[in-house]
């Protein structure tokens, strides 16, 4: 929706309260199966919302898997699971052409990253031409078989998750794949009272999710996230934070030292999308400064290359991020 001048038009308070409530029906669809993981859950709602990639890091066992599969059910799209292993092809993935030989031609057979949700489990046990083929289709939508491009179905997000601890047998992913995931969580271990609860629940039946959300709905509250209004006073917030990255020196004299390379435009863009998300989760039509801090850290820790001095010092991105969002004024 645009107005006269071809502006997307601010969306009204019918359609954010509209959204908010198919935002917490799917929500309460994921708790059905998920116990705890609040953070985790709102992040993955941000990325449909931001219509962004999502990689999500932690150790065995904290429901990563579950907690995607879980989203997917909520919305009555395809999705498809791929298990990426050190002997993975890129035709396991994207499909291949199959030869016939009664009328001697090829026939195209489209592989699981033809689905509307693509759960890319372990994603960092996958060698490198695996990962090329996966990069065309996070960045274009798209994927090349043979002379033949074929666009990816509508709505198309990779949720990817990886193990921290465990390197043997692992590839390192490219920084230009990673750079195309919106967001990077790092999930950590559920409180004592949820754990107890998990207890609880895994000698009882698995509950199923329900479909709450269609994909066309989700491309409409999708073009609702990207007219929240977003003021040129918190782009130039948004800006300003990422050239810190870039140039820690006027942050931070120490930094100087620890930043080798900052974050690059797509986190600008990432940052200013997934801030619109965020607003539109808590029913509002406009973002703040508080917004784009809360999700910061996300958009930001994955896209930070480090020296080897900030390594040997223990530093990580996420302190970076704390000092460059301190050090900047907030509008």
């Known amino acids: 929706m645009s107005n006269e001048s071809g502006v997307a038009a601010p969306p009204s308070e019918g359609e954010i309260a509209a959204a908010a409530v198919e935002v917490a029906r799917v929500r309460t669809e994921v708790g059905r199966v998920l116990v705890g993981q609040r953070y985790l859950v709102d992040r993955m709602l941000v990325a449909l919302l931001a219509d962004g990639h999502l ?64 759960l890319a489990d372990e994603i960092n046990r996958a060698p490198a031409k695996v990962q090329s083929a996966l990069l065309e289709a996070m960045q274009e939508r798209q994927v090349t078989l043979a002379d033949e491009t074929h666009v990816l179905p509508a709505p198309f997000l990779v949720l990817a998750t990886q193990n921290p601890i465990e390197q043997e047998g692992t590839y390192p992913l490219p920084e230009a794949q990673v750079d195309r995931f919106m967001m990077k969580l790092l999930v950590t271990y559920p409180t004592q009272d949820e754990e107890r609860v998990i207890l609880e629940r895994s000698s009882r039946p698995v509950e199923r999710v329900g479909a709450v959300l269609t994909p066309a709905r989700l491309i409409e509250l999708q073009d609702l996230c990207r007219r929240v209004t977003l003021k040129p006073v918190l782009q130039n917030y948004i800006v300003a934070l990422v050239h810190a990255t870039r140039q820690p020196g006027t942050v931070s004299a120490k930094l100087a030292r620890f930043v080798q390379y900052g974050a690059s435009p797509r986190a600008t863009i990432s940052l200013a999308a997934a801030a619109r998300a965020i607003a539109l989760l808590d029913g509002r039509d406009f973002a703040t400064p508080d917004d784009v801090k809360e999700i910061a850290p996300d958009v930001l820790r994955h896209r930070l290359l480090l020296t080897y001095e900030a390594e040997a010092e223990g530093l990580s991105p996420d302190a970076v991020v704390r000092e460059v969002l301190a050090a900047v004024r907030t509008p």
């Not at 799209?77 to 990426?84: E, K, L, P, T, Y």
């Open 55 to 118: 990689l999500v890091e932690g150790v065995p066992g904290l429901a990563k898997t579950t907690a995607i599969k879980a989203l997917a059910g909520a919305i009555s799209g395809s999705f498809a699971r791929v298990q990426f292993t050190p002997d993975l092809l890129p035709a396991d993935l994207v499909g291949t052409q199959v030869y016939n030989p009664r009328d001697m031609t090829f026939t195209t057979k489209k592989g699981p990253i033809f689905a509307n949700i693509v």
